[in-house]
């Protein structure tokens, strides 16, 4: 599956590599190439970055599901526990 930006924030990701190569390269870039290699990074580097996420959000989700039994579990069979003898 691709990963895709929608159409504002791929217009943000372009100003923002152009900002970055004005300021911080011997070279501005221009907005064409910096579209260009936005689609390059999402291509080959996303994929690796949305993968961890994935894995990430499943690790949290499992250790949270672990503890589901301790925050609602009910004790079974526990009426004569509580009833008073005769």
């Known amino acids: 599956m691709p990963i895709e930006l929608n159409r504002e924030a791929r ?6 590599i152009e900002r970055y190569f004005r300021e911080h ?12 290699l936005l689609g390059f ?10 993968n961890q996420g994935v894995a990430d959000a499943q690790e949290r989700m499992q250790a949270r599901l672990q503890e589901l039994d301790y925050e609602v579990h ?13």
């Open 11 to 16: 217009q943000q990701a372009v100003a923002s």
């Open 74 to 86: 009910e004790d079974e069979f526990t009426f004569w526990h509580r009833q008073p003898r005769r």
């Open 41 to 50: 990074f999402l291509q080959e580097i996303a994929p690796s970055i949305y």
């Open 25 to 36: 390269m011997d070279e501005p870039i221009g907005n064409v190439t910096a579209a260009a």
